[in-house]
């Protein structure tokens, strides 16, 4: 009996230290300010796009994985209309040899998951690099300050 | 019953281990929009010329002396101002106290022309939106009437439309 409890105990830990240590892990590194200003007709009335923006990182050993992003908050002034929101993610590229199911169209962002990209299981630690662009805002989105924060999520069957 | 129990410890271990996997990382931004208010004019007419003493009996009206298009992400108004008082003499012999006055602006299809001052008057208010929202861009109309006070000769008057936040 006390070799099962301690063999359940072991696997548990396993199963917890695996969730958590370097084996499988996500990391979502700013390489520069994702602020976008609209001052001037211009940025009103073109996309803006941010180049180089995020990189993903995923290391994902013991098994595939794939990878979500949404809009976990987008707040605005009084009188905004959130949707359709404006933010888009857009995938630039990856120095990954085991990606798959790579999205490679402009994502338009949303409060819901989205698939970005797969990844096979592999030993190695892989980057992914995003684009972020402002679709144009024109003349009817009321002014003032915005804020979004975009959540990644890796999952593993 | 020890055997039961192991299995029972042994099969939570295995969907403690079987369970889906997540793992989160997030990036914040901001979006600063300001006001932006634009004013476009076409189509805008040249010089005007009295050649006639009926010109000068009448006075000269150009319907559609100007298009004006405002794009604008709030609502806004346009005002007109003459930059000086009287018009500026430009030819030897033309007076120097012909009045701004004598120049008067109309929206296209109102009947009651705004005679310039240097005072801002407006000339039409608005919503927010590009040049295309109903209302947004529209035209003017031109009337000069010095009548026979003044000297012949050649004159400029600037003009100034300001727009503007309501």
Redesign the interface.
């Known amino acids: 009996?006390r070799l099962?409890?301690i063999?359940?105990l072991l696997?548990?830990f396993?199963?917890e230290a695996?969730?958590q240590n370097g084996n499988?892990?996500?990391?979502?590194i700013?390489n520069t300010?994702?602020?976008?200003?609209?001052?001037?007709?211009e940025?009103?009335e073109n996309d803006q796009t941010i180049n180089g923006?995020?990189t993903?990182r995923v290391r994902s050993r013991n098994n595939n994985c794939s990878v979500y992003a949404k809009l976990?908050?987008y707040t605005?002034p009084s009188g905004y209309m959130a949707f359709p929101y404006?933010i888009q993610l857009v995938y630039s590229s990856t120095n990954s040899s085991r990606a798959y199911g790579i999205v490679n169209a402009p994502l338009s962002l949303t409060t819901s998951d989205q698939l970005i990209f797969r990844q096979y299981s592999s030993n190695s630690v892989f980057n992914y690099y995003y684009n972020?662009r402002?679709k144009a805002?024109?003349?009817?989105?009321?002014?003032?300050?915005?804020?979004?924060?975009?959540?990644?999520?890796?999952?593993?069957? | 019953m020890r055997l039961l129990l192991s299995a029972i410890l042994l099969m939570l271990s295995c969907a403690a281990m079987a369970q889906p996997k997540s793992f989160n990382g997030s990036s914040s931004g901001t979006i600063g929009v300001y006001s932006v208010l634009s004013i476009n004019f076409t189509n805008l007419t040249g010089v005007i010329s009295f050649n006639t003493p009926n010109d000068y009996f009448n006075g000269i009206t150009v319907n559609n002396s100007a298009t004006i298009a405002v794009k604008s992400n709030v609502n806004w108004q346009v005002s007109v101002a003459s930059q000086s008082s009287t018009f500026t003499p430009m030819s030897m012999g033309a007076s120097a106290d012909m009045p701004s006055s004598i120049l008067a602006i109309r929206r296209n299809g109102y009947t009651s022309f705004t005679p310039l001052s240097v005072n801002g008057q407006t000339l039409k208010t608005g919503n927010r939106g590009p040049a295309t929202t109903n209302g947004n861009t529209f035209d003017i109309d031109t009337r000069l009437d010095p009548g026979f006070s003044y000297s012949g000769g050649n004159y400029i008057l600037g003009v100034v439309f300001t727009l503007t936040q309501q």
């Open positions: 009996m099962f409890l063999t359940y696997l548990l396993v199963s695996q969730a499988n892990y996500l990391e979502v700013t300010g994702l602020n976008f200003n609209c001052n001037s007709p940025t009103l923006a995020i993903i976990s908050s605005g404006p972020l402002l805002l024109g003349y009817t989105y009321p002014i003032g300050q915005y804020s979004f924060t975009i959540l990644y999520t890796m999952t593993q069957p």
